[in-house]
């Protein structure tokens, strides 16, 4: 009884993976629009690119065209278009429910605005799908000192988030959370000799849960669901979340300038959250420019995080906590990727426009977890084995592939 | 959290009071910026395609944050 109830609210994970998206978008775009020196104007240029993820049962492709356009020589507007559109069949989805398809659009614009050394941006983005509506409000100011070898950078974001619920594919008029977010971002670049650049950035967000009802949350998937023994085998029931999130990150990065046409970078990042997790991530990039005309990059990123308080593959009884989550992204694990890019410069001259790229980049990541089990062999071709035991499964791991082609024209 | 306000706050008193620090002579000449200026020296070469790379990061992981001048975080997929 207690695993139908678990059925009929979790029919559709339609915004499973998406769900986190829109927790983020504030940071991503106030911080998009904002120059890392800010003593000029960013370039006027136009990029269209085409992407695609597929992994895990996964797949996520679709365009995005951003346009960045100078008014006169303070001011410079820019427009982002981008689509996502998803087709799940992920081991969360086929945990709880069926595969799905679905799509998101996004739109965002801003402006930026330079006085002698000072710059102020602005950023509204607006997201949208048939169960998650996100605003987003930025504003940030730039700063550069000692002859514009150093550029200190405050932004803040607001947005508002409307958490909806589809079932069987239509909306549930009854299901609308509300939610707000906030971020607050402070970032330094450092020209500390003529071959090396720095930066340290510093970012403190929150999220929280607007006039819920008992019982209700709106920072967790509405699909997703908690695992728990139930006679010796495993039961599901709607996962329950905090109404409120905090989190701080911490990252340095480094480029340097080698002897000869290339660049070596090295970034590292710490996090910690109100809910228990900590986490880090370092990098390592080698870019080699080819005559100008041909730009080789290759990375190596490893990531790994502890567990968020309140999760687990797999909980003891019904109820055994106040919090109960089984979401992988706040389970154990780390992972690799390894990536290679090309950017072509063409040789040839078009009216208007000063120089345009062909870029193809590819990044392969491998997860693993360390506590997320593939209790039904959602991950392979063959029927589970019934020799494990209800908790000792196999762990899950993916591998996924992340495409990036685009070309870009500067005016 | 409240540390992290903190320091915030304090950084941006600190940039006030740097706008009295013009004397400052720079240590790297204009004229020596060749390679500053290098597109390969950029943490951002193409902000359409780092803000998509976040965003696929952040989507799979608990951390999410501080991406500096790179666009840092929209997690989508």
């Known amino acids: 009884m207690v695993v139908q109830e678990a059925a009929v609210v979790v029919i559709n994970a339609g915004g499973l993976i998406l769900l986190r998206m829109r927790i983020l978008i504030a ?31 996964i797949k996520v492709s679709g365009p995005s065209v951003l346009v960045r356009k100078n ?78 070898l150093t550029t200190l950078n405050f932004g803040f974001s607001f947005g508002q988030d409307v958490v909806g619920r589809n079932i069987k594919g239509v909306p549930d008029p009854s299901f609308q959370l509300d939610k707000d977010r906030r971020s607050y971002r402070f970032n330094l670049s450092q020209i500390v000799t003529k071959n090396l650049i720095a930066e340290l950035s510093v970012e403190s967000g929150t999220e929280a849960c607007i006039d819920m009802k008992e019982g209700e949350t709106c920072l967790n998937n509405p699909y997703r669901s908690y695992s ?32 000869y046409s290339a660049s070596i970078r090295a970034d590292y990042r710490s996090f910690s959250d109100s809910w228990g997790i900590t986490a880090s991530n370092a990098e390592l990039r080698y870019i080699h420019d080819f005559k100008k005309d041909l ?44 990536g290679v890019g090309l950017t072509y410069k063409f040789p040839w001259v078009i009216p208007g426009i000063e120089k345009s790229t062909a870029n193809l980049y590819w990044d392969h990541m491998q997860i693993d977890y360390e506590d997320f089990r593939d209790y039904a062999n959602f991950s392979g071709t063959k029927a589970p084995d019934a020799s494990y035991k209800v908790g000792e499964e196999p762990l899950y791991n993916l591998n996924a592939d992340v495409i990036r082609f685009y070309v870009s024209f500067w005016f | 959290m409240i540390a992290t306000k903190v320091v915030l706050i ?8 740097c706008s009295s620090c013009s004397r400052v002579k720079p240590w790297v000449k204009p004229y020596e910026r060749q390679h500053i200026a290098d597109p390969i020296m950029s943490f951002s070469r193409d902000p359409v395609s780092d803000a998509y790379l ?24």
């Open chain 1, 228 to 259: 728990y023994l139930l006679n010796g085998a495993r039961a599901l029931l709607p996962e329950k979340y905090p109404l409120t999130h905090n989190t701080d990150a911490v990252s340095l990065r480094a480029i340097y300038h080698l002897p």
């Open chain 1, 71 to 148: 008014i006169g020589t303070k001011v410079s507007v820019s427009a982002n278009y981008y689509v996502d559109m998803v087709s799940s069949a992920s081991i969360d989805v086929l945990a709880s429910a069926s595969r799905y398809s679905e799509e998101r659009k996004q739109q965002s614009v801003g402006v930026d605005y330079m006085f002698d050394r000072t710059s102020f941006s602005l950023g509204y983005t607006n997201s949208d799908e048939n169960d998650y509506q996100a605003k987003t409000y930025s504003l940030g100011v730039s700063q550069t000192f000692f002859g514009d």
């Open chain 2, 54 to 77: 976040s965003h696929v990061h952040d989507a799979r992981e608990g951390a999410k944050g501080a991406d500096g001048g790179s666009g840092g975080g929209c997690g989508c997929n």
């Open chain 1, 27 to 57: 940071a991503c775009l106030a911080v998009v629009w904002l120059p890392v020196f800010a003593a000029v104007l960013p370039d006027e240029r136009v990029d269209i690119l085409e992407h695609q993820y597929e992994g895990g049962g």
């Open chain 2, 10 to 17: 304090a950084l941006a008193l600190f940039t006030l009071l």
């Open chain 1, 295 to 338: 730009l080789l990059e290759l990375k190596y990123r490893v990531y790994s995080q502890t567990e968020a308080d309140f999760y687990s593959d797999l909980f003891p009884y019904k109820d055994a906590q106040n919090f109960m989550a089984r979401d992988k992204e706040l389970s154990p694990f780390s992972s690799k990727t390894v």
